[in-house]
């Protein structure tokens, strides 16, 4: 008896083994295509131009359309798809390469001599893009200046909003959490349920060690992490009380229609983890407990945590404070071994990635050999559930078209 994507996913989260490996393709910001390559997929596939929509313009992400999730059999959905669904709601503007394209109607984008500029609702500069680069990066910091040692945070909410990745939201997260917002909320993502049967990932962010990166810049806070704990927790104490109200605002509002919820934090590097475990369980694990406990009281989802670079040593805690999910399992990293990740965590806890080697094998790689790669990890990866595959992050700029083909062709050839 066929089951049908969601079911699939569900079962993989739920550590059952599905019909076939489940397929994430830009079911998140972390899953996604670059702009400047999809274009050129969509031709190689034989499928209609058609207007290249960046729904996320840090990143510059495009919206895969409907025609390519059908062709590679992908199993899952961003909540996001069920907004900005008519040509008013997007503008025009040209991507680094020169493609044109569309933007949300709300971003606001300024040119600057030879640089592009993010701008908040009142003009200030959030990010920048500079001539030659295909993203933009923070540029400003809020609280820089101010220092953490004396502060009593009051006005923490509204400097949330200054920072680029808080500051310029997807869509979905474009709408404000007050009543009208949360019914229109509520309303395109029942829609949107109703019309997909792909799983469908809300993405909400509660990020807590990346949040004051963003708010004091990383070598700041990374200082302040030693130097003054005290305050660090208090700050903690701050965000996760945010969270949690804009937690059950938004679940309130889309949690009976979503089946993943993701929240973000970057805890590794390419070496290892950029924290201690030590670190991890006194600054952030208490406050993951509460954030990922009170998702699962309020809407029958599973947590996914969007968590870049080498952090194995931190997944045993992760798990403890109720993580059911992680991505995008980066497997070039140190401590990063799919088959001794699946051996240690594979019974607590999902592999949501790793499914491919971005930068070294999709990108350079012929493409049998990006196929060999991707069944060799669905081999270690799949058995007894507890995997869902996409490739290590986005899709790159650079990604030859053919290579991306062959990596979700490999998926829907593999077997158990």
Same mark, same amino acid.
């Given at each position: 008896?066929?089951?049908?994507?969601?079911?699939?996913?569900?079962?993989?989260?739920?550590?059952?083994?599905?019909?076939?490996?489940?397929?994430?393709?830009?079911?998140?910001?972390?899953?996604?295509?670059?702009?400047?390559?999809?274009?050129?997929?969509?031709?190689?596939?034989?499928?209609?131009?058609?207007?290249?929509?960046?729904?996320?313009?840090?990143?510059?992400?495009?919206?895969?359309?409907?025609?390519?999730?059908?062709?590679?059999?992908?199993?899952?959905?961003?909540?996001? =798809?069920?907004?900005?669904?008519?040509?008013?709601?997007?503008?025009?503007?040209?991507?680094?390469?020169?493609?044109?394209?569309?933007?949300?109607?709300?971003?606001?984008?300024? $040119?600057?001599?030879?640089?592009?500029?993010?701008?908040?609702?009142?003009?200030?500069? %959030?990010?920048?893009? $500079?001539?030659?680069?295909?993203?933009?990066?923070?540029?400003?910091?809020?609280?820089?200046?101010?220092?953490?040692?004396?502060?009593?945070?009051?006005?923490?909410?509204?400097?949330?909003?200054?920072?680029?990745?808080?500051?310029?939201?997807?869509?979905?997260?474009?709408?404000?959490?007050?009543?009208?917002?949360?019914?229109?909320?509520?309303?395109?993502?029942?829609?949107?349920?109703?019309?997909?049967?792909?799983?469908?990932?809300?993405?909400?962010?509660?990020?807590?060690?990346?949040?004051?990166?963003?708010?004091?810049?990383?070598?700041?806070?990374?200082?302040?992490?030693? %130097?003054?704990?005290?305050?660090?927790?208090?700050?903690?104490?701050?965000?996760?009380?945010?969270?949690?109200?804009?937690?059950?605002?938004?679940?309130?509002?889309?949690?009976?229609?979503?089946?993943?919820?993701?929240?973000?934090?970057?805890?590794?590097?390419?070496?290892?983890?950029?924290?201690?475990?030590?670190?991890?369980? =006194?600054?952030?694990?208490?406050?993951?407990?509460?954030?990922?406990?009170?998702? $699962?009281?309020?809407?029958?989802?599973?947590?996914?945590?969007?968590?870049?670079?080498?952090?194995?040593? %931190?997944?045993?805690?992760?798990?403890?404070?109720?993580?059911?999910?992680?991505?995008?399992?980066?497997?070039?990293?140190?401590?990063?071994?799919?088959?001794?990740?699946?051996?240690?965590?594979?019974?607590?806890?999902?592999?949501?990635?790793?499914?491919?080697?971005?930068?070294?094998?999709?990108?350079?790689?012929?493409?049998?050999?990006?196929?060999?790669?991707?069944?060799?990890?669905?081999?270690?990866?799949?058995?007894?559930?507890?995997?869902?595959?996409?490739?290590?992050?986005?899709?790159?700029?650079?990604?030859?078209?053919?290579?991306?083909?062959?990596?979700?062709?490999?998926?829907?050839?593999?077997?158990?």
């Amino acid at each position: 008896m066929s089951i049908t994507p969601r079911q699939r996913v569900l079962k993989a989260l739920n550590h059952q083994q599905p019909d076939r490996v489940p397929i994430d393709f830009s079911g998140h910001r972390s899953s996604g295509i670059a702009a400047p390559a999809y274009p050129g997929l969509r031709k190689y596939l034989h499928l209609s131009e058609k207007p290249v929509r960046v729904y996320d313009v840090i990143q510059q992400l495009a919206v895969v359309d409907q025609d390519v999730l059908d062709r590679f059999g992908i199993d899952t959905i961003e909540m996001g =798809r069920g907004f900005l669904l008519e040509d008013k709601d997007w503008k025009n503007w040209t991507l680094p390469d020169g493609t044109d394209c569309q933007v949300p109607y709300y971003i606001n984008l300024e $040119k600057r001599g030879d640089d592009w500029y993010l701008l908040s609702d009142d003009g200030v500069p %959030l990010g920048v893009q $500079k001539k030659g680069c295909l993203y933009f990066e923070q540029c400003h910091f809020p609280l820089a200046r101010r220092g953490i040692e004396n502060d009593d945070f009051t006005d923490l909410e509204k400097m949330i909003t200054r920072t680029v990745w808080a500051g310029v939201p997807h869509p979905g997260a474009h709408l404000p959490l007050n009543e009208a917002g949360l019914a229109e909320m509520a309303q395109k993502t029942r829609i949107l349920r109703q019309t997909t049967d792909r799983a469908v990932i809300g993405l909400f962010g509660g990020n807590m060690f990346e949040l004051p990166q963003w708010l004091y810049r990383m070598d700041k806070y990374f200082t302040y992490l030693s %130097l003054y704990p005290e305050a660090v927790i208090q700050l903690s104490e701050k965000l996760c009380q945010i969270h949690l109200r804009n937690l059950e605002k938004w679940l309130g509002a889309v949690g009976p229609y979503i089946d993943v919820i993701a929240f973000g934090d970057d805890f590794g590097g390419q070496n290892g983890p950029l924290i201690s475990p030590e670190m991890y369980r =006194r600054y952030y694990k208490p406050y993951h407990q509460k954030l990922f406990r009170r998702a $699962k009281e309020l809407a029958d989802v599973k947590v996914m945590l969007h968590c870049c670079g080498g952090v194995r040593e %931190l997944l045993g805690d992760l798990i403890e404070a109720g993580l059911n999910a992680i991505n995008p399992v980066q497997i070039n990293c140190a401590g990063m071994n799919p088959a001794q990740l699946k051996t240690e965590f594979g019974k607590a806890l999902t592999f949501w990635g790793g499914g491919c080697d971005t930068p070294i094998i999709l990108a350079a790689a012929a493409p049998p050999q990006i196929a060999r790669h991707v069944k060799q990890q669905i081999k270690i990866l799949s058995p007894g559930g507890g995997f869902v595959f996409q490739q290590v992050h986005n899709i790159l700029a650079d990604i030859p078209p053919q290579n991306i083909a062959a990596m979700f062709d490999a998926v829907n050839e593999a077997s158990f």
